[in-house]
């Protein structure tokens, strides 16, 4: 037995050698951000979404979480690619493959701002979450436009030119979409992120509606690379959709043998007719793509995909909206949701909100556990359970502790 032995593990030791029968090595890490380079990472995180921006100056956005089981992978990375708070958090829409890890994602880094749509969604792990970052994180937004300018969109700045723009949705100047084949999905926030020539198209899970009434705005729809909806289901990325952004890659993000049949024959066929060059998460792991402002390259970790160099072709400091930007014209795609603000999801419109004094005789709450205190008209008091502890004034409040950042108390 032990002459046995011995033979097969010599065996095994042969066959190693052996072109073709060596075991396969572990897929390499892609490397940390390139200084001076915009990075995007489409982190894998199996059946669900989360892709990771970092700017040339070190902005930081992570949007979307992939489902729970995926938390401790993302936290994990998180730590190797981003030095402190991440600066802004977004949530596509409150499903929970796309929020999931949001929790374990703000644990491990920590982060300044998040944002949602605001849409209402009854599940229990959206309202947890919403709960969560209400007390760890400084401000809680939705992507409201500027009051003072309509019809412009809402961009946030990450520095050296790079932008991104939320171009859906646009409450309260347009009204969330109603009765689609999924309201949640369809109000998904829809952002494009550019850099020079560059672009990056980052689509949630939107739906037909969405897309359509994307197709009826002035606004430059073009990129380079499309983040593709909802996995690659086949009831996104029309083709007249796909025909407006022209993405020279495309990137589906989903779980290996996942249930769904994700991605769907139907769209990885309407990708090659817009001859977009497709990664997808299953197969080739993790996505990193790096611009310097005129050209984009992407690596995947692992698959047969190989690199690709792609150049931008946006209009360099070129606006996203190319004209006023109106609301829909009411009917399917423009009827009112009259439903209640989501626990935590304040209204703030950009990063920087009023400073206005709060009204005389105005009481400030603080939660349990929060290091910061509200106004007691403040949104994200309204619907959270949490015990609070209310002053009578401003200045016992900052006795304790310090303003919050949604509504400047």
């Known amino acids: 037995m032990k002459v046995f032995a011995r033979l097969l593990a010599l065996l095994v030791l042969l066959l190693a050698a052996v072109p073709g029968h060596a075991a396969a090595p572990a897929s390499p890490a892609l490397p940390s951000p390139a200084p001076g380079r915009l990075t995007v990472y489409f982190l894998d995180v199996g059946q669900g979404d989360a892709a990771l921006i970092v700017s040339p100056t070190g902005k930081t956005v992570l949007i979307d979480g992939g489902p729970p089981e995926a938390g401790t992978r993302l936290a994990a990375r998180l730590r190797e690619l981003v030095k402190g708070p991440l ?77 991104l723009t939320v171009l859906w949705p646009r409450v309260p100047q347009e009204t969330f979409l109603a009765d689609t084949r999924s309201d949640a999905n369809a109000n998904s926030i829809v952002a494009k992120l550019t850099y020079g020539k560059t672009a990056f198209l980052f689509t ?22 499309l983040k593709v909806a909802h996995h690659g289901g086949k009831h996104s990325s029309t083709a007249a959709f796909l025909e407006r952004v022209k993405p020279q890659a495309a990137v589906i993000s989903c779980g290996v043998g996942n249930d769904y049949g994700h991605p769907s024959p139907e769209v ?56 006023p930007i109106e609301p829909t014209p009411h009917g399917r795609a423009g009827r009112s949701v009259e439903k209640e603000p989501e626990p935590g999801a304040s209204r703030s419109r950009t990063p920087v909100e009023s400073t206005a004094p709060a009204p005389t005789g105005e009481r400030f709450v603080s939660l349990k556990g929060s290091k910061v205190f509200h106004r007691e008209s403040c949104s994200t008091l309204k619907r959270s359970k949490n015990e609070r502890t209310v002053y009578s004034s401003r200045a016992d409040a900052l006795r304790e502790r310090r303003p919050a950042e949604d509504c400047h108390p």
Do not use: C, W
Request: aromatic residues 4%; proline residues 8%.
């Open 87 to 163: 600066d802004l958090v977004i949530l596509t829409h409150p499903h929970l493959d796309h929020l999931g890890g949001l929790r374990a994602a703000v644990k491990a880094v920590g982060a300044k701002r998040f944002m949602d749509p605001g849409f209402d969604h009854p599940s229990e792990a959206y309202r947890d979450l919403l709960e969560f970052v209400g007390n760890e994180v400084g401000q809680v937004m939705s992507p409201e436009p500027n009051p003072a300018s309509p019809q412009t969109l809402l961009t946030v700045g990450l520095g050296e030119g790079v932008a």
């Open 204 to 225: 949630g899970d939107s739906e037909p509606p969405t897309e359509a009434v994307l197709l009826q705005k002035p606004v430059d729809l073009t990129a380079t690379v």
């Open 268 to 323: 990885l066929g309407r990708l090659r007719d817009v001859r977009a060059r497709t990664f997808r998460t299953d197969q080739d792991g993790e996505v990193m793509a790096v611009s310097d402002g005129t050209t984009v390259t992407l690596r995947p970790t692992k698959g047969g995909a190989g690199a690709a160099s792609l150049s931008g072709t946006q209009r360099a400091g070129g606006p996203v909206a190319l004209g």
